[in-house]
């Protein structure tokens, strides 16, 4: 057992399993909060916890499993290139759209952080809460925060908007396509970006662009708070 626990495959493993059931159960039920993605965390979590497993053993696993993130999320790129003659027309829109979420996200956490009395650290560290986990990493790490509580706000964050998404998209009654998409990547990443695929091609394919945009665009808003700081 000791060897198992201190193998790559252990965390690798534990966290496939994990998704699958997650996986199965939400197929089952049908709810939107029976998401497999935060059934799998939870799920992770309770093992761990339950068999006082030490974190750094399941990471060997699962830092493979984070490794693959930046390639998984280039193979985005796909879709978005699949609707390029729609960038091509719309592309002031997109980019104001996403400049507008990301001022408005950057700004929240700023000014929740100052009314909340955190310090430095940890606002710079949740200030990139909305773009994919390799981008907020490395903006929290060049700005003085912390990687670890940066990468929960992540995901958090993905995990949130993957389950509201499509409530809130009915509720506000939002019809077009590219609205959607970018609405939900600017705010959730790739996680929200997965269930914008499940909405349709567009959807999914504009997320994406918004996910990468508002990452490089977060890097410099996060930059001129920092400086402000």
């Given at each position: 057992?000791?060897?198992?626990?201190?193998?790559?495959?252990?965390?690798?493993?534990?966290?496939?399993?994990?998704?699958?059931?997650?996986?199965?159960?939400?197929?089952?039920?049908?709810?939107?909060?029976?998401?497999?993605?935060?059934?799998?965390?939870?799920?992770?979590?309770?093992?761990?916890?339950?068999?006082?497993?030490?974190?750094?053993?399941?990471?060997?696993?699962?830092?493979?499993?984070?490794?693959?993130?930046?390639?998984?999320?280039?193979?985005?790129?796909?879709?978005?290139?699949?609707?390029?003659?729609?960038?091509?027309?719309?592309?002031?829109?997109?980019?104001?759209?996403?400049?507008?979420?990301?001022?408005?996200?950057?700004?929240?956490?700023?000014?929740?952080?100052?009314?909340?009395?955190?310090?430095?650290?940890?606002?710079?560290?949740?200030?990139?809460?909305?773009?994919?986990?390799?981008?907020?990493?490395?903006?929290?790490?060049?700005?003085?925060?912390?990687?670890?509580?940066?990468?929960?706000?992540?995901?958090?964050?993905?995990?949130?908007?993957?389950?509201?998404?499509?409530?809130?998209?009915?509720?506000?009654?939002?019809?077009?396509?590219?609205?959607?998409?970018?609405g939900i990547g600017a705010c959730s990443h790739a996680m929200g970006t997965a269930k914008?695929?499940?909405?349709?091609?567009?959807?999914?394919?504009?997320?994406?662009?918004?996910?990468?945009?508002?990452?490089?665009?977060?890097?410099?808003?996060?930059?001129?708070?920092?400086?402000?700081?």
């Open positions: 057992m000791s060897a198992l626990l201190e193998s790559i495959y252990f965390g690798i493993l534990l966290t496939v399993v994990a998704y699958c059931i997650g996986t199965a159960i939400q197929k089952k039920t049908g709810l939107v909060i029976c998401n497999n993605l935060l059934i799998a965390a939870l799920l992770i979590a309770a093992v761990l916890t339950v068999f006082h497993i030490p974190y750094d053993s399941y990471n060997k696993g699962g830092s493979l499993i984070n490794t693959m993130l930046g390639p998984a999320t280039a193979c985005l790129a796909v879709n978005i290139y699949n609707k390029m003659d729609l960038l091509k027309k719309y592309w002031l829109p997109v980019l104001v759209g996403c400049t507008a979420g990301v001022v408005a996200s950057v700004t929240s956490v700023f000014l929740m952080c100052k009314a909340f009395g955190l310090d430095r650290s940890m606002t710079m560290s949740l200030m990139p809460k909305s773009v994919t986990t390799p981008i907020a990493s490395a903006v929290a790490e060049s700005n003085g925060g912390i990687v670890p509580i940066a990468v929960a706000a992540v995901i958090f964050t993905g995990i949130l908007g993957n389950l509201v998404a499509p409530m809130l998209v009915k509720l506000f009654r939002v019809k077009e396509p590219m609205a959607v998409g970018l914008a695929l499940e909405m349709g091609t567009t959807e999914g394919a504009m997320s994406g662009l918004a996910m990468g945009l508002c990452g490089l665009i977060t890097a410099v808003v996060a930059l001129s708070f920092e400086i402000l700081m």
